[in-house]
């Protein structure tokens, strides 16, 4: 029990490796902030070259005024033994309507059916990852 | 693909069903905000009542300066058919010294190595949750 961030094995990747990572996995989570309070969403996206786009139902009033802010992405994975963390920061822009066929063209469909959407796209301007080897320790109880 | 949050099959969880399933997990995020900049990090987590307690390493600059700012924690799960996820927002607080004992009594022992931590404490005010029904359309191309 300790946060993925403590001092320990802890190894930084390469933003190539933070790509791949992005790339490989579907879901991650949104941290926005409107005016004193800190948002916290799940999304499920598509990469796009070095962007994420996903939709957002049509006039999601949250993530219309998250629009030009800073926001942080992250995704993580972890088995008993390893974890692993990404983390991209950068603003949110809505796609213009003639911009909306960037989504349509991935085969990736939507997972939550929905007639009306916008499309959001995030462009990373800091990626960042880590690496942790995790230990639960069996008999530490003598410490 | 499409926001988690999105117009459809979403279901609200109590905040009953919200403090079982955060029981349940050990792995959250938290966002939280640092004058202009939102941070996001992975926690591992143990619960104690109704508040959440993780170890930080001794020192943490991020997080020390987020203490007595708002913060929200996020867990979700999710398969090819369904997902859910809750989020709780609340202040952090650092445990004082002849505290920490609260963390040391629980079972469950930090997954990273390391020496010297900081024990934080969430105390939620708020905790919301949403059940989805996924689909991943196999002949949508036609709409």
Redesign the interface.
């Known amino acids: 029990?300790?946060?993925?961030?403590?001092?320990?094995?802890?190894h930084e990747l390469t933003a190539e490796q933070c790509w791949e990572r992005i790339e490989h996995e579907?879901?991650g989570?949104l941290?926005?902030?409107l005016v004193?309070?800190?948002?916290?969403?799940?999304?499920?996206?598509?990469v796009q070259g070095r962007s994420l786009?996903?939709?957002?139902?049509s006039g999601?009033k949250?993530?219309a005024a998250a629009l030009h802010s800073?926001?942080?992405?992250?995704i993580?994975w972890?088995d008993d033994r390893a974890?692993w963390?990404v983390?991209a920061?950068g603003r949110l822009r809505q796609l213009e309507e003639d911009e909306q066929h960037r989504?349509d063209d991935?085969s990736?469909?939507?997972?939550?059916?929905?007639l009306?959407?916008d499309v959001i796209e995030l462009v990373p301007e800091v990626v960042t990852g880590r690496t942790?080897?995790?230990?639960?320790?069996e008999t530490?109880s003598a410490q």
Do not use: C
């Open positions: 029990m300790a946060t993925m961030d403590a001092e320990g094995p802890v579907e879901l989570r941290a926005f902030r004193d309070e800190v948002h916290l969403v799940p999304i499920n996206y598509v786009l996903f939709r957002t139902a999601n949250l993530l800073d926001v942080a992405f992250e993580d972890h974890a963390s983390v920061r989504l991935e990736r469909q939507p997972w939550v059916p929905t009306k959407y942790f080897v995790l230990r639960r320790p530490d």
